[in-house]
């Protein structure tokens, strides 16, 4: 019994080690060719918006609003994408090889 709660708390070490490098991925997109770029982490977070003051335009500001948005979706997208890979790649270093986890999301 104490064998299972020593791979427990393993486990428990190496989840914490991984939510932690997928904090630390990041991902940079862009819109608008490039006018606009946003960096997004695997934790889902926003963390860089970068716009060129050439797309600053005060009659257009609906147009700069939906780059930004396009970029942050993108950005985001990129970054889970990124993390789930790096979730996946770490699970099989502690999981039974071939074990299926799709229907864990990953």
């Known amino acids: 019994m104490s064998n299972i709660f020593k791979k427990m708390a393993e486990m428990q070490k190496q989840m914490a080690s991984v939510q932690e490098m997928v904090g630390r991925i990041t991902a940079t997109s862009e819109a608008g060719g ?15 918006v970068e716009l060129d003051p050439d797309i600053v335009d005060p009659e257009d500001i609906e147009m700069l609003q ?12 990129e970054a889970g994408e990124a993390a789930q890979n790096e979730l996946r790649d770490q699970a099989g270093n502690f999981l039974p090889k071939n074990m299926d986890l799709s229907k864990f999301g990953l």
């Open 66 to 77: 939906d780059l930004i948005i396009a970029g942050v979706n993108k950005a985001l997208e």
């Open 34 to 48: 490039g006018m606009i770029k946003v960096t997004a982490t695997g934790s889902q977070r926003i963390v860089k």
